[in-house]
């Protein structure tokens, strides 16, 4: 029998970064993400051998070992690793063989969650397997506990939440890891319109988000004024863009992504750079009223929405500059788990 699972990745609307400690710790965090038809896949079957068997199917990568309580956190398939040393240190797996396979349907680095969605369809799987009973909220507490305490891994909280829960969703940050998801009625008529208008780009290029995250954290702790008060603006950010969903008030949105886009650019360096910019402006001089790197900034993807029926402009610019369109649906449905 093979224990499946699999979990969406997610594109940031607003108030990306709040999430992150200190900041979130301090002063409270607010984010505003959605979940789209991109996803990470986890499978787990039982074998003969006493060994442990890591395999991604995306990235080509393959490694075993002998059966261990404690697999080596080495740089190499360490969000595999880390979810087994976790659960054989809870207690809930204990003596038996397998293989792990994994698939993600975007590239590391790109600003999709990947790593923490990745995370998540991996426990999802030992949950199916192992029938563990978790409930949405413990199942993204551990998976962020196990990518940021164990494996001291930089990053927020919402991508762990957002591939649990799916959907659109307000999630607000407070000290003691404490979260909470708030699901949004969006109407269908807006996602549509949404759907239609925010279009999703691969810069070609990947980006290393933990070095963006920690210049980040760095600027909170020395108190940065101006790194600060842009983080207090992309709160702020995420408040504005839950009411015009909700209201439907589809032509703000574009407003409110370059709002978020420059105050994100003020938090930290390497957030942007030239080529990014550049893909800015070009999506700007073609009918797009507003965008935003995805993820912590660098490269990765971008969005852009573009009103009236200025999409068709917007893709044929950014293409003839390097950009890749990448079409996406909105997704329900979190993480979902099966026998096969």
């Known amino acids: ?95 038996k063989g397998y293989r792990l396979t994994t698939f993600v349907e975007a590239p590391a680095g790109s600003g999709l969650g990947t790593s923490s969605t990745l995370m998540t369809a991996i426990l999802g799987a030992y949950q199916e397997w192992l029938a563990l009973p978790f409930g949405e909220y413990d199942t993204a507490h551990l998976a962020y506990d196990i990518e940021r305490i164990d494996l001291d891994m930089a990053g927020g909280k919402q991508d762990q939440y957002s591939a649990t829960f799916g959907g659109f969703n307000f999630m607000e940050f407070y000290d003691n890891d404490k979260v909470i998801v708030n699901p949004l009625r969006v109407k269908s008529r807006h996602i549509n319109e949404l759907s239609h208008n925010l279009l999703l780009f691969y810069t070609q290029t990947n980006r290393d988000s933990a070095a963006i995250i920690e210049k980040q954290r760095s600027n909170v702790k020395a108190s940065n004024s101006e790194a600060l008060e842009a983080m207090h603006q992309l709160k702020k950010q995420a408040v504005m863009m839950k009411e015009a969903l909700l209201k439907g008030e589809m032509d703000k949105i574009g407003e409110i992504l370059h709002f978020g886009w420059e105050n994100k650019k003020r938090m930290a360096e390497g957030i942007t750079n030239p080529m990014i910019d550049k893909l800015y402006s070009t999506a700007m001089d073609n009918g797009a009223s507003g965008g935003k790197i995805s993820g912590a900034g660098g490269g990765g993807f971008m969005v852009f929405y573009a009103p009236g029926n200025t999409r068709h402009d917007v893709i044929n610019a950014l293409e003839e500059i390097g950009a890749t369109h990448q079409p996406y649906q909105f997704s329900k449905e979190g993480l979902s788990t099966w026998k096969a």
Do not use: Q
Not at 47 to 63: F, H, N, P, Q, S
Not at 69 to 76: A, N, R
């Open 1 to 95: 029998m093979i224990y499946r699972s699999k979990a969406p990745l997610r594109i940031g609307f607003a108030g990306g970064g709040t999430d992150v400690s200190p900041y979130s710790d301090e002063f409270g965090g607010a984010i505003l993400n959605a979940t789209i038809n991109l996803y990470a896949y986890a499978s787990i079957e039982e074998i003969a051998e006493d060994k442990v068997i890591l395999c991604t199917k995306d990235r080509g990568e393959y490694i075993e070992y002998d059966w261990s309580e404690k697999l080596p956190i080495d740089g190499f398939l360490d969000l595999h690793k880390g979810v087994h040393n976790r659960l054989v240190a809870d207690g809930s797996l204990a003596g």
